[in-house]
Protein backbone atom coordinates (compact mmCIF):
# COMPACT_ATOMS: atom_id res chain seq x y z
CA UNK A 1 0.00 0.00 0.00
CA UNK A 2 1.65 3.32 -1.17
CA UNK A 3 1.52 6.06 1.86
CA UNK A 4 1.52 9.67 1.51
CA UNK A 5 3.92 11.99 3.05
CA UNK A 6 1.44 14.21 4.52
CA UNK A 7 -0.03 11.28 6.08
CA UNK A 8 3.07 9.95 7.70
CA UNK A 9 3.54 13.37 8.93
CA UNK A 10 0.42 14.08 10.61
CA UNK A 11 0.47 10.78 12.22
CA UNK A 12 3.65 11.59 14.42
CA UNK A 13 3.17 15.26 14.60
CA UNK A 14 5.75 16.11 12.14
CA UNK A 15 6.22 18.12 8.74
CA UNK A 16 6.67 16.66 5.80
CA UNK A 17 10.05 18.84 5.48
CA UNK A 18 11.76 16.46 8.34
CA UNK A 19 10.63 13.20 6.69
CA UNK A 20 12.58 14.39 3.46
CA UNK A 21 15.35 15.58 6.20
CA UNK A 22 16.12 11.97 7.27
CA UNK A 23 15.82 10.81 3.67
CA UNK A 24 18.73 13.44 3.30
CA UNK A 25 20.88 11.89 5.94
CA UNK A 26 20.49 8.47 4.82
CA UNK A 27 18.58 7.20 8.06
CA UNK A 28 15.70 6.09 5.63
CA UNK A 29 15.84 3.88 2.86
CA UNK A 30 15.44 6.24 -0.67
CA UNK A 31 11.56 5.88 -1.57
CA UNK A 32 10.86 5.07 -5.29
CA UNK A 33 9.07 7.67 -7.33
CA UNK A 34 6.28 8.04 -9.13
CA UNK A 35 6.40 9.66 -12.99
CA UNK A 36 5.10 13.30 -11.21
CA UNK A 37 7.77 13.09 -8.96
CA UNK A 38 5.93 12.01 -6.24
CA UNK A 39 7.75 9.99 -2.94
CA UNK A 40 6.11 6.32 -2.54
CA UNK A 41 6.41 5.33 0.85
CA UNK A 42 5.38 2.03 2.21
CA UNK A 43 4.82 0.52 5.38
CA UNK A 44 8.68 -0.15 6.30
CA UNK A 45 9.00 3.43 5.71
CA UNK A 46 6.59 4.09 8.40
CA UNK A 47 8.14 1.62 10.16
CA UNK A 48 11.50 3.83 9.76
CA UNK A 49 10.09 6.89 11.22
CA UNK A 50 7.83 5.57 13.86
CA UNK A 51 11.16 4.23 15.25
CA UNK A 52 13.32 7.04 14.56
CA UNK A 53 10.92 9.79 16.46
CA UNK A 54 10.64 6.69 19.17
CA UNK A 55 14.48 6.18 19.77
CA UNK A 56 15.24 10.45 19.28
CA UNK A 57 14.63 11.08 23.08
CA UNK A 58 16.43 8.95 24.68
CA UNK A 59 19.05 7.90 22.38
CA UNK A 60 19.88 11.29 20.74
CA UNK A 61 20.10 11.64 17.05
CA UNK A 62 23.38 10.53 16.14
CA UNK A 63 23.13 7.54 17.85
CA UNK A 64 19.57 6.60 16.00
CA UNK A 65 20.87 7.81 12.81
CA UNK A 66 23.90 5.09 12.87
CA UNK A 67 21.74 2.47 14.27
CA UNK A 68 18.93 3.15 11.35
CA UNK A 69 22.43 3.37 8.71
CA UNK A 70 23.28 -0.33 10.23
CA UNK A 71 19.56 -1.51 9.79
CA UNK A 72 19.55 -0.42 6.08
CA UNK A 73 22.96 -2.25 5.80
CA UNK A 74 21.31 -5.57 7.08
CA UNK A 75 23.77 -5.17 10.31
CA UNK A 76 21.39 -6.09 13.12
CA UNK A 77 24.16 -7.13 15.93
CA UNK A 78 26.41 -4.02 15.24
CA UNK A 79 22.94 -1.75 15.92
CA UNK A 80 21.86 -3.88 18.69
CA UNK A 81 25.32 -3.28 20.64
CA UNK A 82 25.51 0.53 20.29
CA UNK A 83 21.96 0.76 22.04
CA UNK A 84 23.53 -1.14 24.70
CA UNK A 85 26.36 0.76 24.96
CA UNK A 86 23.96 4.06 25.70
CA UNK A 87 22.06 1.97 27.55
CA UNK A 88 24.95 1.02 29.99
CA UNK A 89 26.25 4.30 30.19
CA UNK A 90 23.01 5.57 31.35
CA UNK A 91 23.28 3.00 34.44
CA UNK A 92 26.49 3.97 34.86
CA UNK A 93 25.15 7.97 35.46
CA UNK A 94 22.20 6.75 37.58
CA UNK A 95 24.79 5.37 39.55
CA UNK A 96 27.25 8.25 39.56
CA UNK A 97 24.46 10.16 40.76
CA UNK A 98 23.27 7.56 43.56
CA UNK A 99 27.21 8.11 44.82
CA UNK A 100 26.87 11.73 45.05
CA UNK A 101 23.94 12.14 46.93
CA UNK A 102 25.36 9.68 49.36
CA UNK A 103 28.27 11.94 49.38
CA UNK A 104 25.52 14.90 49.66
CA UNK A 105 24.34 13.55 52.81
CA UNK A 106 27.69 13.07 54.52
CA UNK A 107 28.86 16.18 55.24
CA UNK A 108 31.78 15.50 57.30
CA UNK A 109 34.39 15.46 54.60
CA UNK A 110 37.70 15.41 56.45
CA UNK A 111 40.12 18.06 55.33
CA UNK A 112 42.64 17.28 57.94
CA UNK A 113 44.41 14.34 58.68
CA UNK A 114 45.23 12.55 61.95
CA UNK A 115 48.45 14.79 62.27
CA UNK A 116 46.75 17.77 61.34
CA UNK A 117 47.56 18.38 58.48
CA UNK A 118 46.01 19.03 55.12
CA UNK A 119 44.57 16.12 53.06
CA UNK A 120 45.73 17.04 49.85
CA UNK A 121 45.29 14.90 46.40
CA UNK A 122 46.60 15.19 42.87
CA UNK A 123 44.69 15.31 39.52
CA UNK A 124 45.02 11.36 39.49
CA UNK A 125 43.74 10.95 42.71
CA UNK A 126 41.12 13.02 41.99
CA UNK A 127 40.07 11.73 38.75
CA UNK A 128 40.04 7.97 40.28
CA UNK A 129 37.57 8.98 43.29
CA UNK A 130 35.43 10.66 41.56
CA UNK A 131 35.39 8.52 38.24
CA UNK A 132 36.09 11.66 35.88
CA UNK A 133 38.56 11.84 33.17
CA UNK A 134 41.72 14.33 34.34
CA UNK A 135 40.89 16.20 31.07
CA UNK A 136 37.05 17.42 32.02
CA UNK A 137 38.27 18.06 35.68
CA UNK A 138 40.65 20.26 33.75
CA UNK A 139 38.00 21.83 31.62
CA UNK A 140 35.50 22.35 34.18
CA UNK A 141 38.65 24.30 36.06
CA UNK A 142 38.57 26.86 33.21
CA UNK A 143 34.99 27.40 33.13
CA UNK A 144 35.61 28.88 36.65
CA UNK A 145 33.45 26.10 38.38
CA UNK A 146 35.99 25.67 41.00
CA UNK A 147 39.71 26.00 41.80
CA UNK A 148 42.68 24.05 43.51
CA UNK A 149 45.03 25.41 45.25
CA UNK A 150 48.51 25.39 43.30
CA UNK A 151 51.99 23.93 45.13
CA UNK A 152 53.97 27.04 45.90
CA UNK A 153 57.48 25.09 44.58
CA UNK A 154 56.02 22.89 41.63
CA UNK A 155 52.90 24.69 40.89
CA UNK A 156 50.87 21.30 40.54
CA UNK A 157 47.56 21.29 41.52
CA UNK A 158 46.41 20.39 44.96
CA UNK A 159 42.80 19.11 45.86
CA UNK A 160 40.80 19.08 48.73
CA UNK A 161 38.23 16.07 49.57
CA UNK A 162 35.36 18.41 49.20
CA UNK A 163 36.66 19.26 45.96
CA UNK A 164 36.04 15.38 44.94
CA UNK A 165 32.49 16.33 45.90
CA UNK A 166 31.79 19.38 43.67
CA UNK A 167 33.22 17.39 40.62
CA UNK A 168 31.02 14.33 41.18
CA UNK A 169 28.21 17.20 41.21
CA UNK A 170 29.28 18.44 38.30
CA UNK A 171 29.73 15.37 36.75
CA UNK A 172 26.12 14.53 37.62
CA UNK A 173 24.75 18.21 37.19
CA UNK A 174 25.63 17.93 33.03
CA UNK A 175 24.57 14.29 32.81
CA UNK A 176 21.45 16.60 33.23
CA UNK A 177 21.96 18.82 30.84
CA UNK A 178 21.95 21.67 33.54
CA UNK A 179 23.13 25.14 32.16
CA UNK A 180 26.78 26.43 33.35
CA UNK A 181 25.26 29.00 35.26
CA UNK A 182 22.74 27.21 36.93
CA UNK A 183 25.91 24.59 37.66
CA UNK A 184 28.56 27.49 38.59
CA UNK A 185 24.76 29.10 41.04
CA UNK A 186 25.00 25.27 42.80
CA UNK A 187 28.76 25.11 43.54
CA UNK A 188 28.69 28.45 44.55
CA UNK A 189 26.01 27.33 47.55
CA UNK A 190 27.94 24.29 48.47
CA UNK A 191 30.50 26.54 49.11
CA UNK A 192 28.07 28.64 51.60
CA UNK A 193 27.63 25.38 53.12
CA UNK A 194 23.83 25.46 51.47
CA UNK A 195 24.09 21.59 51.07
CA UNK A 196 20.35 20.97 50.39
CA UNK A 197 19.83 22.46 47.73
CA UNK A 198 22.43 20.45 45.92
CA UNK A 199 20.71 17.54 47.02
CA UNK A 200 17.35 18.36 45.90
CA UNK A 201 19.26 19.06 42.36
CA UNK A 202 21.18 15.96 42.42
CA UNK A 203 17.70 14.00 43.19
CA UNK A 204 15.79 15.58 40.25
CA UNK A 205 19.30 14.63 38.27
CA UNK A 206 17.87 10.95 39.19
CA UNK A 207 14.31 11.79 38.14
CA UNK A 208 16.34 12.80 34.50
CA UNK A 209 17.53 9.89 34.19
CA UNK A 210 14.97 7.54 34.95
CA UNK A 211 12.70 9.44 32.20
CA UNK A 212 15.31 8.89 29.76
CA UNK A 213 15.40 5.08 30.84
CA UNK A 214 11.68 5.21 29.78
CA UNK A 215 12.42 6.74 26.44
CA UNK A 216 15.11 4.31 26.00
CA UNK A 217 12.46 1.50 26.39
CA UNK A 218 10.07 2.76 23.93
CA UNK A 219 12.58 3.21 21.09
CA UNK A 220 13.89 -0.17 21.87
CA UNK A 221 9.95 -1.64 21.59
CA UNK A 222 10.17 0.49 18.34
CA UNK A 223 13.53 -1.08 16.74
CA UNK A 224 12.54 -4.50 17.73
CA UNK A 225 8.95 -4.07 15.34
CA UNK A 226 11.21 -2.38 12.46
CA UNK A 227 13.85 -5.15 12.52
CA UNK A 228 10.91 -7.75 12.69
CA UNK A 229 9.82 -6.11 9.97
CA UNK A 230 13.17 -6.18 7.97
CA UNK A 231 13.08 -9.57 8.97
CA UNK A 232 16.21 -9.36 11.13
CA UNK A 233 14.80 -11.04 13.96
CA UNK A 234 12.08 -13.24 14.25
CA UNK A 235 8.58 -11.54 15.59
CA UNK A 236 6.67 -12.75 18.73
CA UNK A 237 3.57 -12.74 16.13
Not at 12 to 33: A, C, D, F, K, Q
Not at 187 to 205: F, G, K, M, T, V
Request: hydrophobic content about 40%; some cysteine; proline content about 4%.
Amino acid sequence: MLIRPIDIAKKLNISTSSLRHYETWGIVPLPERMPNGYRIYTEEHVAYFECIRAMFPGFGVPLTSKVMKFLQNKELDAALWLVNQAQADLHRDKMMAEKTIKILENDALEEIDSRGKPRWMTIGEVSKAAAVPSSAIRHWEKEGLFSPDRDLENGYRKYKRSHVRQIMIIRTLRTAVYSLDIIKEIIHELDHNNIEHAREIARDSISYLNKINQNQLKGTHYLFTLSSMLGLVESND
